[in-house]
């Protein structure tokens, strides 16, 4: 039973480890405002994380957002 259960959790997060589509990604400070230093990007697929990672490390406290530009 708890192969089952394992192997079951696996298969669903796995889905949220292979991304696909193109993302636009932009950065937010506490305020609400957009940090126009950091820019707005465009990522394919599994490569928003490592521009989500280049936003934290550049504007620490920054509210990063990835929205969905093109579906696959």
């Not at 405002?33 to 406290?61: Q, S, V």
């Amino acid at each position: 039973m708890k192969y089952a259960i394992c192997a079951t959790l696996l298969l669903l997060l796995s889905g949220c480890l292979t991304m696909s589509g193109e993302y636009t990604v932009t950065a937010q400070d506490a305020s609400g405002a957009p940090l126009t230093k950091l820019g707005t990007f465009t990522a394919e697929g599994h490569n928003i994380y490592p521009i989500r990672n280049a936003f934290c490390l550049n504007a620490p406290g920054a509210t990063v957002i990835t929205t969905c530009s093109r579906p696959n």
